[in-house]
């Protein structure tokens, strides 16, 4: 059964610092998002993105955030100078571009630490 | 008013009962229904849509009250490996084809034991 992977399990990185965090949607799915989830707290949405570019974000996806698909597999997230409140687990999901389902599909997470 | 709201928990239970989980939606205009299950420190995976009529699946029964926006999930004869998380999740689609984002609840924890 396909699966959303993603890159690393753990990063552990010093504030300031830049972070790429990667992921591999099912391969037909058209529709990427980055969820996040910090410990103890519910998973929220951080952005989404179809077509090649960012359909919707959220206020928590500021400048310091950004998306890309530099090829026809990956889709990364990057954290352009990291602060210890974005700490959590980031998840990668993605969704068929057919039919009428919005039912999302997630990868395992990067546990990213900010020390 | 939250957006999803869930009962925390924990439901600690029997192996064998049955146990129903509660979530109340503030958007009217929220389409699609889901639950997700979570396990500790992992990805929330889907355990099923919900639709109007109510569906099931094996020892699971969703419901959904649109008039009330309400969705219920019943589980019965529970086993121990139920014991995880169980994130209610809506979504409101901006158009036709666009990506739409999943809104989650902060989880209602359940607790399985012998």
């Known amino acids: 059964e396909p699966e959303v992977t993603q890159t690393p399990s753990h990063q552990v990185t010093q504030m300031g610092q830049e972070v790429i965090l990667r992921c591999v949607p099912i391969?037909?799915?058209?529709?990427f998002y980055w969820y996040r989830q910090i410990l103890g707290q519910k998973v929220e949405f951080l952005v989404s993105f179809y077509n090649n570019e960012i359909s919707e974000k959220s206020e928590i996806f500021d400048d310091q955030f950004s998306v890309e698909r530099p090829d026809g597999s990956n889709f990364t997230l990057k954290i352009r100078s990291t602060k210890l409140e974005d700490s959590a687990m980031y998840f990668c999901?993605?969704?068929?571009?057919?039919?009428?389902?919005?039912?999302?599909?997630f990868g395992p997470g990067t546990r990213l630490t900010v020390t | 008013r939250k957006e999803v709201e869930q009962d925390p928990g924990p439901f600690n239970v029997p192996e064998g009962a049955t146990v129903a989980f509660n979530c109340t939606y503030s958007?009217?205009?929220?389409?699609?229904f889901f639950w997700y299950r979570q396990d500790c420190r992992k990805e929330p995976k889907l355990l099923m849509s919900v639709y109007s009529s109510g569906n099931e699946d094996g020892r699971f029964t969703a419901q959904l009250n649109r008039a009330s926006q309400y969705i219920s999930l019943l589980i019965r004869d529970s086993k121990l490996s139920d014991s995880a998380t169980y994130l209610c999740v809506v979504n409101k689609a901006l158009e036709t084809g666009t990506a739409s984002k999943l809104t989650f609840g902060t989880g209602t924890r359940l607790q399985v034991t012998l």
């Open positions: 391969s037909n799915h058209l529709y």
């Open positions: 958007n009217s205009a929220s389409q699609s």
């Open positions: 999901a993605s969704r068929p571009g057919t039919g009428v389902s919005y039912e999302q599909y």
